[in-house]
């Protein structure tokens, strides 16, 4: 077996906890992929150029950031949590419904901007949560939580191809093209898209293919819905719903009675109820909440400099990788058609969708890795990989084949860096939670600046840059996480000198005591 009885019982107490901030998170994936295989029926839509519909990437990627600092505000108590990940999961059902209206380039990036925020907030939160419920095991579970997102962005592309056009709507540039990363599949002639297509020939308007992008966003929409209606019905079950109170206890406390274990106390010890894997709604969350709160809290005076270079350089490599992650996703398909690959547009559009189902693979395939080998390890093989990968990929950069097999091997190495990362800078710092909050938005800083800089470096120096730009992120990336290794060491020493002085002050303490609890036997016998 991969995974004990130990995690398993963790994992059944808090299953529910776990199984919804897991299908939140699918939501996370299925709204952060689609962008890219629906924009060109998006700028037919808004009756936009190319320069800007772009906006609407970086309206995204820079609310979500302003998301991702602003989450841990509302994870200071379980209600606050389960609130922000309701809205949150139910805007982005509206935004996917309410896309198809927006006929305007600036209304469609407000809307994506909004869901942006909520992608952020979803992501800050949910990391606490499961960090905060399982901590020392929480690496496997990460990896289990961060699978969904590339589940959910795998899906998103695989609903909106069908109905998606093939030409466009006729008055693009002639390399508008290129920035489309989708690809077609059988489901092309399904009834719904043919009668669309039946319509607009019938609608008389020469050289124009009607889109039928709207139900791919209908569609997404109704798969996205049962995500905040699941967790309604963790708050419902936890019973932080003031106008639908239970009157069954909760299924803890029932095992408890069953068990005749007497209640635990609130309060003092919530912290070991954490450590233990109990659940956490009288528990608030421990940590600073959001970014801003981490760098003015008052416990951070008399800190050594590791301990705040551990944070600094635990989101420098995160914000490396994570932009590696943004840009190879976001230009792979570009690299793919321009010389000297050279590929077919429709082909070049599977380079994109076999990256993000490698991610998928890669996530899944660290849930027992994570459990077997430390996250530190682990990290050490991924940054490694990656960078063997893009080497390879920038030595045979002719080569059609190995840029499908370096796409799928840098999608595995890529998948898992971020889950390790967060399980171990928050092992090293003891789960105080201000780790989380900069290493998300870090990652997020990373893929909105990446994705602008070597977009713009592709477009004046060419396609060659952007393996040259990946394998430069990769090593800086390596860099930092030597520098983190050393600073761990440095942060450990400190804390074993710190503990040695803890003790020989306690134990003059106690040699004292002995002799005067003698004096005082003696002359209570007298």
């Known amino acids: 077996m991969f995974v004990d009885d130990r995690i398993l019982t963790l994992f059944k107490r808090n299953a529910h906890h776990t199984l919804t901030y897991w299908s939140v998170f699918f939501s996370f994936g299925l709204c952060i992929a689609f962008l890219g295989p629906t924009i060109l029926d998006l700028q037919c839509q808004t009756n936009s150029t190319l320069n800007q519909i772009t906006w609407v990437f970086f309206s995204q990627q820079f609310c979500l950031l302003i998301g991702s600092s602003i989450g841990g505000i509302f994870k200071r108590t379980l209600f606050s949590a389960l609130s922000a990940l309701f809205v949150s999961a139910l805007i982005i059902s509206v935004i996917f419904a309410i896309i198809p209206l927006c006929k305007n380039v600036l209304v469609l990036a407000i809307a994506m901007a909004v869901s942006g925020l909520a992608m952020g907030i979803i992501d800050t939160i949910a990391n606490i949560q499961l960090v905060s419920i399982y901590q020392k095991d929480s690496a496997v579970f990460l990896q289990a939580l961060h699978f969904f997102i590339g589940f959910g962005a795998l899906v998103s592309p695989l609903i909106a191809d069908p109905f998606l056009s093939e030409t466009g709507c006729g008055n693009h540039t002639g390399n ?257 939670g201000c780790a989380t909050s900069v290493l998300v938005t870090s990652a997020g800083m990373g893929e909105m600046v990446m994705q602008v800089l070597v977009g713009s470096i592709i477009q004046t120096e060419g396609s060659y840059s952007f393996p040259l730009c990946g394998m430069i992120i990769a090593c800086l990336g390596f860099i930092f996480f030597i520098g983190l290794l050393l600073f761990h060491r440095m942060h450990r020493n400190y804390l074993t000198g710190t503990s040695r002085k803890s003790a020989m002050v306690e134990e003059p303490a106690t040699e004292q005591s002995g002799p005067a609890r003698t004096e005082q036997t003696e002359s209570s016998s007298s």
């Open 176 to 432: 508008s093209t290129e920035m489309v990363h989708h690809f077609r599949s059988m489901l092309r002639n399904s009834p719904i898209a043919q009668h669309s297509i039946n319509d607009s020939h019938s609608s008389g308007e020469p050289g124009e293919e009607d889109s039928n992008v709207h139900y791919a966003f209908w569609i997404m929409a109704l798969i996205n819905l049962p995500v905040p209606v699941a967790v309604l019905f963790l708050m419902y079950r936890e019973q932080l719903i003031p106008c639908c109170p239970s009157g069954t206890p909760r299924l803890l406390d029932k095992d408890e009675l069953a068990n005749g274990e007497p209640p635990r106390s609130r309060g003092p010890r919530c912290g070991a109820e954490r450590t233990l894997g109990w659940s956490l709604r009288s528990c608030p969350v421990t940590g600073h909440g959001d970014i801003f709160s981490c760098c003015r809290n008052d416990n951070l005076r008399g800190l050594p400099v590791s301990f705040f270079m551990i944070h600094i350089l635990g989101g420098l490599v995160l914000f490396m990788t994570d932009g590696i992650v943004g840009t190879y996703a976001g230009f792979v398909y570009t690299y793919g058609v321009s010389e000297p690959i050279s590929l077919p547009h429709k082909t070049a559009g599977y380079l994109a969708s076999i990256f993000w189902a490698a991610i998928t693979a890669g996530r899944l395939l660290s849930i027992p890795l994570s459990y077997r080998f430390k996250p530190v390890k682990l990290l050490m093989f991924n940054l490694a990989g990656a960078i063997v990968t893009v080497l390879m990929l920038l030595i045979f950069y002719t080569s059609t084949i190995f840029l499908f097999v370096g796409t799928c091997l840098c999608g595995l190495f890529l998948s898992s860096i971020f889950p390790c990362m967060l399980a171990y800078t928050e092992d090293i710092l003891d789960y105080q």
